[in-house]
């Protein structure tokens, strides 16, 4: 017999795919907050964003680091390295005040940064 038997390959790949399947959802943005629903349209883009979250407690991170709030705009401005531009997306947690996440994103602002927008949850299909 000269054939390749592709069989055992198959299988293996199968298994990685189902691993990577139930792995995936695991690996997100590790702050928990709990967003809001809305029915605006996704916003798209081709840089990869930062985002500025606000847990339920009020502290504020970066990506997946706590940070203190004066320290705020000098730790955006070290990552962005100083390009205005760079899109920032804060996620803030729906049991927060709202004047708390308009507070970080008025320091945002106030750091010289232009693009700053909120993150919110798609509702679901049947509400």
């Known amino acids: 017999m000269s054939d ?18 139930v792995a995936a959802p695991l690996m997100t943005v590790g702050v928990e907050v709990d967003l809001p629903e809305t029915s605006a349209a996704p916003m798209t883009g081709q840089d990869e964003p ?3 979250s606000v847990s339920a407690e009020g502290t504020i991170y970066i990506m997946d680091s706590e940070i203190a709030q004066d320290t705020l705009t000098e730790k955006l401005t070290a990552i962005t390295e100083n390009k205005a531009d760079t ?7 729906k049991a927060i005040d709202y004047g708390r996440v ?3 994103m008025g ?3 106030d750091a010289g940064f232009s ?3 909120l993150i919110a949850e798609l509702p679901a299909k049947g509400s």
Do not use: E, S, Y
């Not at 390749?4 to 990577?20: A, E, K, Q, W």
């Not at 899109?87 to 947690?93: E, K, Q």
């Open 107 to 109: 320091l945002i602002k």
């Open 50 to 52: 930062l985002v500025v």
């Open 87 to 93: 899109r920032i997306f804060v996620r803030g947690d």
């Open 115 to 117: 693009k700053v927008a």
């Open 4 to 21: 390749i038997n592709v069989t055992p390959m198959v299988d293996v790949m199968l298994v990685l795919l189902v691993i990577f399947m």
């Open 102 to 104: 308009m507070q970080v």
